[in-house]
């Protein structure tokens, strides 16, 4: 059973599960990056709750930020912190080799620049988003708003269909292309190939730099620990 305040931050116990057992690896004192979407926000919230003292958390969204702050924890700017021990984020899907997709928030961007910024990634996510195969969920790729019809024509000849996200633009003013059918069996090969178009900032495929471990948790509250096979 719930208290009033887990009910307040999450209704999902499996997000809830997973960002619990994060926030045991989180050391005090620490830079901490801290990615962003609803289970990260139950993590951010856990975090302010178990009163844990870091020093400050880089945010890779306004969002997070703004979550962050609310709760009395300072935002730090990635450019002053030099590189960070731990990023916490969570992830659309990941495949056994903790490759992911990441961007259904938006944020895969900077989420992507804190990830290579950080020596370990942690990824926290409920059961549903264990896949064998990476792109039944639509990769985002965020673009730069005048490219967005050559990016998408170049998409299609890559193999899938794009589609604009009706949304407002992302964090660095930028657009967002939703790519469908995509059936990823080489992870690193097609984040390169996206990388390449001119246009691209970047894409949600984490494959290069995936998670270094996957925190998994399920409804009944047990969580499983899935550390990145060599
Ligand atoms: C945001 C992300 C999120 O990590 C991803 O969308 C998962 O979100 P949620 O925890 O809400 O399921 O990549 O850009």
Redesign the pocket.
């Known amino acids: 059973m719930y208290s009033v305040s887990q009910r307040k931050t999450c209704m999902h116990p499996g997000?809830r599960a997973a960002a619990a057992a994060a926030l045991e690896l989180v050391k005090i004192d620490t830079i901490l990056g801290v990615?962003?979407?609803?289970?990260?926000?139950v993590f951010i919230d856990l975090l302010a709750e178990a009163g844990t003292r870091i020093t400050g958390a880089v945010a890779?969204?306004e969002a997070t930020a703004a979550r962050l702050e609310g709760h009395g924890i300072e935002v730090l700017d990635l450019n002053m912190t030099g590189d960070l021990e731990l990023y916490i984020?969570?992830?659309?899907e990941s495949n056994a080799n903790l490759e992911?997709?990441?961007?259904?928030?938006?944020?895969?961007t900077r989420?992507k620049i804190i990830a290579g910024a950080s020596r370990e990634f942690i990824?926290?996510?409920?059961h549903s988003?264990q896949v064998d195969i990476l792109g039944e969920f639509p990769l985002?790729v965020e673009v730069i708003p005048m490219a967005r019809s050559y990016v998408a024509r170049e998409i299609v000849k890559l193999g899938a269909d794009p589609e604009f996200r009706e949304a407002p633009r992302t964090d660095n003013g930028n657009i967002i292309l939703d790519c469908f059918g995509f059936s990823i069996t080489n992870p690193v090969e097609l984040e390169a190939a996206l990388n390449a178009i001119p246009g691209v900032v970047t894409n949600?495929l984490f494959a290069r730099r995936g998670a270094d471990k996957l925190i998994v948790g399920y409804d009944d509250g047990r969580i499983e620990t899935i550390d990145k096979p060599d």
């Open positions: 997000k990615g962003t979407g609803s289970t990260v926000n890779s969204s984020d969570g992830a659309d992911l997709i990441k961007g259904g928030g938006a944020a895969l989420e990824c926290i996510v409920d988003k985002p949600g």
